[in-house]
Each structure stands twice: as C-alpha cells, then as structure tokens.
C-alpha cells in the first residue's frame, strides 16, 4: 500500500511539474533549450535512391507533441469560431479525395450539367514553408500568440539531419512545417484558405475539395 501511494504521489508530482512547464512556455512563447533539439529523418519513398525520393521526417520532442496534440484542438476551434470553416467534401486520405470528385462528376453527367475539373498537387508543400511567412499570418490573423508562439519556436529550432546512416551538423531552420506536428495540416488548411476564398468568390458555383496530407 505505501509502495502504491508513494508512486501514485509520483506521479501526480510529475503531472504537476509538466503543466507548469507547459504554463511557462505559453506564457514566454518558447521553450527551454534542452527541450528544442529535433532530428530530420530521411526516409525513401519509392526506393530509387534519388534525392527527391526521400520524405523528410521531423522527429520532435514527446513534450511538444503532447502539448501541440492538446493545442491543436485549440486551434481548431478558433478556427472555426473566426470562419475557417471545414471545406465541402473534405476527405480523410488521397483516395477519398478522388473518389469524392469521381462521384460530383457522375451526379452532373446523370442530371446533364456541364462540368470541369481541375486539380492541384504542391509538391514539397510542408518543406517550403517559410517560418516567418507563417508567423506574419498568425499575426495577420490575430492568432493568440500563446498558442502560435511555442509551436514555431519548436520550428525553428536547431535540427540535425540524418540519412543512410550519416548525420549532419546540427543547424537551425528556416522554413519547413513539421509533418510531425499535431498541428501541421491545421497550419497549411490556414495558408490555403484566401485560395479558397478565391476560387468560390470568383465562381459561386465551384465546388471546393482541400485535401492535406499529415506527411
């Protein structure tokens, strides 16, 4: 019994002295030092060996992903509260996506309604983002700088890169949207979204498919 309430106790000390933590870099925007290392992992994607044929993988700190998986859901509420509402035929994977169009242009061939269709893919789309494009929308946005500010603190922080075996030195970034991030597809829905407003002011008829992949 002493032995259970000792390490219950335990543990309650250590959920205590995590949300602390998580309290302090809320309030200063930016985590402590030893807490902002990351490795870069390069892992291929159809096997040719082509340096284009790698998927970079950011592993972060398992304090920040729980903190930003917490966070994340913040963030989409706001969101949603200031307009950015979810998209029409939003999907869950690629092939979803395809289908969902697939099945917009049957219903218009069976009800004879012209119809076009035009797809876009961004390739590279999370390593090109540029860190302080992304912080100057948040500001643009009035984003509550307590939830953007430690997430791009952790995205500029000092990285090494890893690959067949072979480590760089450790650099700072600037630009890439972690795809290990909880919040990264939130992110690039963010930047996508004067797109989309785009395309449905200048045609009221078009119908609008986002799909963002998690990596």
Same mark, same amino acid.
């Given at each position: $019994?002493? %032995?259970?309430?000792?390490?219950?106790? $335990?543990?309650?000390y250590? %959920?205590?002295?995590?949300?602390?933590?998580? /309290?302090?870099?809320?309030? /200063? +925007?930016?985590?402590?030092s030893n807490c %902002?290392q990351?490795?870069?992992? =390069?892992l291929?994607?159809?096997?040719s060996?082509?340096?284009?044929?790698?998927r970079?993988?950011?592993?972060l700190?398992?304090l920040? #992903?729980?903190?930003?998986?917490i966070r *994340?859901?913040?963030?989409?509420?706001?969101?949603?509260?200031? +307009?950015?509402? =979810?998209? !029409?035929?939003?999907?869950?994977?690629?092939?979803?996506? +395809?289908?969902?169009? *697939?099945?917009?242009? !049957?219903?218009?061939d *069976?009800?004879g !309604?012209?119809?076009?269709?035009a797809?876009t893919?961004? $390739?590279?789309?999370?390593? #090109?983002?540029?860190?302080?494009?992304?912080?100057a929308?948040? !500001? &643009? @946005?009035?984003?509550?700088r307590w939830l953007?500010g430690? =997430? @791009?603190?952790?995205? %500029? &922080?000092?990285r090494?890169?890893k690959l067949?075996?072979?480590?760089?030195k450790?650099d700072?970034?600037t630009? +890439?949207?972690?795809?290990g991030?909880p *919040?990264?597809?939130d992110?690039?829905?963010l930047r996508?979204?004067?797109?989309?407003?785009?395309?449905?002011?200048?045609?009221?008829l078009?119908?609008?498919l986002?799909?963002t992949?998690p990596?």
């Open positions: $019994s002493t %032995r259970k309430e000792s390490s219950a106790a $335990s543990d309650v250590k %959920r205590q002295m995590v949300a602390t933590l998580y /309290e302090l870099v809320e309030a /200063e +925007g930016r985590w402590p %902002r990351g490795e870069v992992v =390069m291929p994607k159809q096997g060996g082509a340096p284009l044929d790698f970079p993988i950011v592993l700190p398992a920040y #992903r729980l903190w930003a998986a *994340a859901k913040v963030l989409r509420r706001w969101m949603l509260t200031n +307009g950015f509402t =979810m998209v !029409e035929g939003g999907s869950k994977d690629a092939e979803d996506h +395809g289908l969902l169009a *697939a099945l917009f242009m !049957e219903e218009a *069976a009800e !309604e012209a119809y076009a269709l797809a893919d961004y $390739s590279k789309a999370y390593d #090109r983002v540029y860190l302080n494009d992304l912080q929308m948040a !500001e &643009a @946005l009035k984003l509550p953007w430690p =997430m @791009l603190d952790m995205y %500029r &922080a000092p090494h890169l067949c075996g072979a480590v760089g450790m700072t970034p630009n +890439g949207l972690p795809p991030c *919040a990264a597809t992110w690039q829905g996508t979204w004067p797109w989309l407003l785009k395309v449905r002011g200048d045609t009221p078009a119908i609008c986002l799909y992949s990596s």
